[in-house]
């Protein structure tokens, strides 16, 4: 039996390629039915991991389906994938222990379960930095304005006050903009050529004991 493709061999290759791989590992066996399908169930768990794999491979269509199904809503295919064949896998050693019998149907909610936990995880990540991306934008603007109206630098409090919100949450913010700005000015750097720096003010601000001697010492 050929080993089903990971989701990280991705890094040798495309994602479109992975998938079709995927795809390709999916549709290679047939579904177990009646007596073999309980058989290897049953077998599978008393502990056995060739039944596990087999019934793994003969189902994993129904998790490529499902996966193409959700992969417009903020997973690719491969990751959905991924999770559906955790739930597949949780369906097998689940079943014999559960009172159904149709394992079909039983599978097919693990796996849909699964992939649909992820994308509301993800949906839940794609908000909370939504969410921030504003916060901070808003946090600048108070800045901007408090600036304007004082001549200085706003407190905490003053911003907070301007915000509508908690010093705790202002002071929150106002760490997350201070980080991003340093990461900023640190990206700029690495790309910035000795020529493009003026040291000429530097130099004149230094006390004449400091010039440099003629060694360069």
Known sequence: MSPLPRPDAGKQGSDERLVQDLAAAAG?????????????????????????????????????????????????????????????????????????????AFARERVAGRMDHALGDEERVVNEGRMLVQAAEDYVGAEISVRNELGRTGSDAELAEKLKWSVSRTKEVGQIVADARRRHDEELLEYLEPEDLDLDPLMEDRPAGDAPTGDGR
């Open 28 to 104: 290679r066996a047939k579904h177990p039915r009646g007596a073999e399908l309980s058989g290897l169930l049953r077998a599978s768990g008393l502990g056995d991991a060739r039944a596990r794999e087999a019934l793994t491979q003969a189902h994993l269509d129904w998790v490529m389906g499902a996966a193409r199904e959700r992969a417009d809503r903020g997973l690719s295919v491969a990751d959905l994938f991924q999770e559906g064949t955790i739930g597949l896998l949780e369906a097998i050693d689940q079943f014999p222990s559960v009172d159904r019998d149709d394992f079909e």
